[in-house]
């Protein structure tokens, strides 16, 4: 074990700004060994680096009173998900410094390492999305029935039934939008499972750790879905079905080879609005690709699917997340007791084991 007490020779004003470089190096290359994404990090490094500009002095140094008027009067006014970031990129650098450097800063600097954010100051909220309240099945409904009748008098066919049937997958298996747009024609797995499945490449990562992949199931009609759009409608689009690479959701626009490019997110997310605008103007502006993606999540609980194979589904790292993207009727709990108590008689009778 090594003694705290322990001193060495002080460090020079060019060589404390080396060791801090060193210091801040070394997190980077920790975190990338964690697997967390370029992204991620340089955030984390870009919070670290705006805290070291006001402090004037190394981040070690930094005592709770510091982080007091930082947190208190400089980001006072700032955007709440910015305040909780940066708090939460200080408390891992801090992490990161008592479990490296610790013993090494006290002994060239005389200063104890002690993240400055505490119970008194922290920020206060959660960094999670807003609430995101889904749509009823019947209002669901209505949207694709209408939409489904504009495709018989839609200007463009293709197209609008291109972002039809990416929609139903949002709302059928939960895709993100950019899960939906990233699909290839081979992504699709007929011949897997009962059902078929889709082999989404470009799964979001947890804490931008990078694309996590999984294989959805094309449940809850999503293979109908699917099907009829390949069969009857990609081939509008012009292009080379045996082609590497081929997207499921073309675009319009060619690429400079005379294949079709891949949809947009924006194109995808615009025609979802104006889609609600027509057939469930209630829902106007509220309704999102993210919506649709809580919308399945409560629909297939409600259907009896249980939360882990939910969390598969959806591509959640924790299945606490998952818990979030399920939303209740108000009369739920009453019918769940109610179901409950029908079983609890049925087993009574004899009529169930």
């Known amino acids: ?23 801040l190096a070394g997190f980077v290359l920790a975190r990338a060994a964690a697997g967390l994404s370029d992204a991620t990090i340089s955030s984390d490094v870009i919070h670290i680096e705006q805290v070291r500009a006001w402090l004037g002095r190394p981040l070690w140094a930094m005592e709770p009173a ?11 006014g700032a955007a709440k998900g910015t305040r909780l970031s940066r708090a939460q990129a200080i408390k891992t650098y801090f992490l990161f410094l008592e479990l490296r ?34 749509p009823s099945a019947e209002q669901v409904t209505r949207l694709f029935a209408g939409w489904r009748e504009d495709l018989a008098s839609c200007r463009k066919f293709a197209p609008t039934a291109r972002n039809y049937t990416a929609a139903r997958l949002m709302a059928e298996v939960g895709l993100r939008v950019n899960e939906a747009r990233s699909l290839d024609l081979t992504d699709v797995k007929w011949e897997l499972g009962r059902f078929g499945k ?36 990609w ?12 997207p499921l ?31 469930l103007p209630d829902w106007s502006e ?15 609980y409600f259907a009896g699917m249980d939360l882990i194979a939910i969390q598969e589904t959806l591509g959640h790292a924790w299945v606490a997340t998952t818990m979030k993207y399920i939303h209740v009727h108000r009369t739920h709990v009453e019918e769940a007791w109610l179901a409950g108590q029908q079983r609890a008689a049925d087993r009574l009778k004899g009529l169930i084991p």
């Not at 510091?66 to 006072?76: E, S």
């Not at 990562?205 to 099907?227: H, K, Q």
């Not at 081939?235 to 081929?246: E, I, S, Y």
Request: aromatic share 4%.
């Open 198 to 233: 889709l082999h989404v490449r470009v799964g979001k990562g947890a804490r931008g750790s990078g694309p996590r992949e999984r294989m959805v199931p094309l449940i809850n009609d999503a293979g109908r879905t699917l099907r009829w759009f390949v069969e009857d409608v």
């Open 101 to 134: 450097h610790k013993i090494e800063i006290h002994q060239l600097t005389g200063h104890v390492v002690e993240c400055p954010i505490d119970d008194m100051n922290r920020p206060r909220g959660q960094k999670d999305a807003a609430l995101r309240i889904p």
């Open 235 to 246: 081939g509008q689009f012009g292009d080379d079905h045996t082609r590497h690479a081929a």
């Open 66 to 76: 510091d982080a007091d008027a930082y947190f208190g009067q400089v980001l006072r």
């Open 1 to 23: 074990m090594r003694d705290l007490r322990e001193a060495r020779a002080p460090l020079g004003p060019e060589e404390l700004v080396e060791f801090e470089t060193d210091v």
């Open 249 to 279: 959701l073309p675009s319009e626009r060619k690429n400079a080879d005379g294949t079709a490019a891949r949809v947009g997110t924006e194109a995808l997310r615009t025609a979802l609005a104006e889609a609600t605008t027509r057939h």
């Open 286 to 300: 509220k309704l999102t690709p993210h919506v649709l993606r809580h919308f399945c999540a409560s629909q297939l």
